[in-house]
Nanobody, 116 residues
Framework: QVQLVESGGGLVQPGGSLRLSCAAS????????MSWYHQAPGLARKLVAR????????NYADSARGRFTISRDNTKNTVFLEMNSLKPEDTGKYFC?????????WGQGTQVTVSS
């Protein structure tokens, strides 16, 4: 059974940094891309960043570009989201999403709170 497990969330002050991890397990074959989504309280999930397995090409939401960096460790089927210069509006739950063998999977999410 495919599982995506996120970790690394927490409480941080504005301007601070966090590093989120998403580890995929329980599958054979390949993952094609993995993404991070942000869901602020009361709002829909929005794509933050995406990375492909083949060539590590990346895409970022305008709100994340220049502050966040997505990266991968293929040997461990893990994707990271380095978040810097965090703002209160970055508060919410961050979900990992993966295309594995052409099916989409979601993790349970990890909470990020940016507050002084």
């Amino acid at each position: 059974q495919v599982q995506l497990v996120e970790s690394g969330g927490g409480l941080v002050q504005p301007g601070g940094s966090l590093r989120l991890s998403c580890a995929a397990s329980g599958f054979t074959g390949s993952w094609y891309f993995m993404s991070w989504y942000h869901q602020a309280p009361g709002l829909a999930r929005k794509l933050v960043a995406r990375i492909t397995a083949a060539d590590s090409s990346t895409n970022y939401a305008d709100s994340a570009r220049g502050r966040f960096t997505i990266s991968r460790d293929n040997t461990k089927n893990t994707v990271f989201l380095e978040m810097n210069s965090l703002k209160p509006e970055d508060t919410g739950k961050y979900f990992c999403n993966a295309n594995i063998n052409y099916a989409l999977y979601w993790g349970q999410g990890t909470q990020v709170t940016v507050s002084s």
